[in-house]
């Protein structure tokens, strides 16, 4: 790989020119795009292009800071850009590869082979598109990634010739030609319930990105013997889940939530702990419990309760008490400054505060709007019911 951009240059308009048109963006790398639409550009210079240079880098600049420091990185248009691993999430699978040979099956824009190939000294991108291959192998050569190769082909078709490997990577297309998005492991493409037990017969371990939407026990039922379910979320949003298979697998899986820095992991085989609800006032109560979406996502309300100590609120509430702060807990937490009967019309003292709900009759929007509430603030409200059946408005503020 010579990091040019003559294996691009069919994707840049008849009459234009790539290193023109690469250097233009670079140019106007900070210009606002909406306005930089309007401005006259050299007449070598691919207008469209250039716009999602510029845009693509700017969007890197948060979700891939490592590509939007590179030169010459050349970025996919804007969906593609919102729809690929972040450099946290692609560092968190690299560290999922074992031994010294890797291989991605569904290698797409191939922000997730370009971290996990950095812990083997062999490598292989598979990827079925075309342009989408072009485009890797010019990036792969600017990010200088050594023991790489690219191969244009598809998953199924590659795998019939596969040689051992010790890593196999697989993020299944979740979407049919028509946009439908797909969560049932089955519809979607390459079929990993027929095609991961071959896997498992050329490589040590299988990695496969599914849908976050995916039932996890779902894919336990169709999938060969699984080793870790990760599920993957950033900033309160699941983003990812992650099956692990290994061929020599020798217990019972374990699943682990990720939530940003924080990282919560249990056994399958391990019994859940018995639901400790708060047996006093709750106005006696000091602080309040958010989970995060990764733990809401597993339904380990029980076992996140007991490993920190805490109480419940109500089966179905999702939130939690405790007299201490507990630390790392994955999740947020607030001191709770207030307990309000939900059948109160407003808060008249409060003007603005984020509206939440945990088994609640009325949406969050519903709730605001009953309350008179703008949104924003320091001031949190969670409204949800007790263990009692009493509907009520959880006041609260985020601990530092």
């Not at 490997?165 to 492991?185: E, H, L, M, Q, Y």
């Not at 100590?309 to 109500?314: K, N, Q, R, T």
């Not at 630390?327 to 603005?352: E, T």
Request: with cysteine; net charge neutral.
């Amino acid at each position: 790989m010579k990091g040019t951009y003559d294996d691009l240059c069919e994707i840049v308009s008849v009459g234009c020119d790539m290193t023109a048109t690469m250097r233009c963006a670079d140019e106007h790398r900070a210009d606002d795009v909406a306005k930089l639409a309007f401005k006259r550009v050299p007449a070598d210079v691919d207008r469209l292009l250039m716009l999602q240079q510029v845009e693509g880098r700017q969007l890197a600049q948060t979700k891939l800071p490592e590509w939007s420091s590179t030169p010459g990185i050349v970025y996919p248009p804007r969906v593609s850009m919102e729809q690929c691993s972040s450099q946290s999430t692609a560092l968190l699978k690299a560290d999922l590869v074992i031994g010294d040979s890797l291989v991605d099956l569904t290698g797409g824009l191939g922000v997730d082979f370009s971290y996990m190939s950095r812990k083997v000294s062999r490598a292989t991108y598979v990827e079925r598109d075309t342009r989408l291959a072009a485009l890797a192998n010019h990036n792969f050569a600017a990010l200088s990634l050594k023991g790489v190769t690219v191969v244009n082909d598809s998953a199924e078709s590659f795998v019939k010739t596969m040689s051992p490997v010790d890593t196999v990577f697989v993020d299944p297309s979740r979407r049919d030609i028509n946009g439908k998005r797909f969560f049932a492991i089955a519809d979607c493409e390459p079929d990993m319930t027929t095609l991961a037990p071959q896997l498992l017969s050329v490589a040590k371990r299988v990695i496969v990105k599914l849908s976050p939407m995916l039932d996890i026990t779902a894919a336990l039922r169709v999938l060969p013997p699984v080793s870790r379910v990760i599920v993957v979320g950033v900033k309160n949003e699941c983003k990812e889940l992650l099956i692990v298979m290994d061929r020599d697998r020798s217990s019972s899986p374990v699943v682990e939530c990720v939530a940003d820095d924080r990282r919560f992991s249990y056994s399958m085989d391990d019994p859940s702990p018995a639901i400790v609800y708060w047996k006093g006032d709750l106005k006696s109560c000091p602080y309040l419990y958010d989970p995060d979406a990764t733990l809401m996502k597993v339904g380990c309300h029980a076992r996140v309760a007991a490993r920190f100590g805490l109480s419940i609120v109500a089966d179905n509430s999702h939130l939690m008490l405790g007299d201490r702060v507990a630390d790392d807990f994955p999740g947020r937490v607030f001191r709770l400054i207030g307990i309000v009967s939900a059948s109160v019309a407003s808060l008249s003292a409060l003007k603005r505060a984020n509206v939440a709900v945990r088994n609640f009759n009325m949406t969050a929007v519903q709730l605001r709007d009953r309350l008179k509430l703008k949104d924003g603030g320091d001031t949190y409200i969670f409204g949800t019911t007790t263990a009692k059946g009493k509907r009520v408005l959880l006041m609260a503020t985020p601990l530092d």
